[in-house]
């Protein structure tokens, strides 16, 4: 079992920064892959970046790019989603996920966290 807590999420301006963190605990976190999640408002959540255990390959939606960094920290058990140049269509709430394998695919994500809301203005 994986437990998972997102923090980091509020308020920031188009253009700014912001560093989201997945905390995990339970057994074996760093043998998961990674993944972080974005639900805007009236949509369906969507994939974002994902991460393998050792951090060595990572994977990024199109919309996010360039912009978005994914890194992990296994000997602090927490992945980190560093938001730079952020739009206002990354307006959602945010959630990390963990895998056995390196997927885009929601439903093969078996733990997840709580979510924690991102607001960028214009």
């Known amino acids: 079992q994986v437990q998972l807590v997102e923090s980091g999420g509020g308020l920031v301006q188009a253009g700014g920064s912001l560093r989201l963190s997945c905390a995990a605990s339970?057994?074996?976190?760093?043998?998961?892959?990674v993944g972080w999640f974005r639900q805007p408002p009236g949509k369906e959540r969507e994939f974002v970046a994902a991460?393998?255990?050792?951090?060595?390959?990572?994977d990024y939606a199109d919309s996010v790019k360039g912009r978005f960094t994914i890194s992990r920290d296994n000997a602090k058990n927490t992945v980190y989603l560093q938001m730079n140049s952020p739009k206002p269509e990354d307006t959602a709430v945010y959630y990390c996920?963990?895998?056995?394998?390196?997927?885009?695919?929601?439903?093969?994500?078996?733990?997840w966290g709580q979510g924690t809301q991102v607001t960028v203005s214009s």
């Open positions: 991460i393998t255990w050792s951090g060595g390959w990572t």
């Open positions: 996920a963990a895998a056995n394998q390196m997927v885009r695919i929601e439903w093969r994500y078996d733990y």
């Open positions: 339970g057994r074996t976190f760093s043998r998961y892959v």
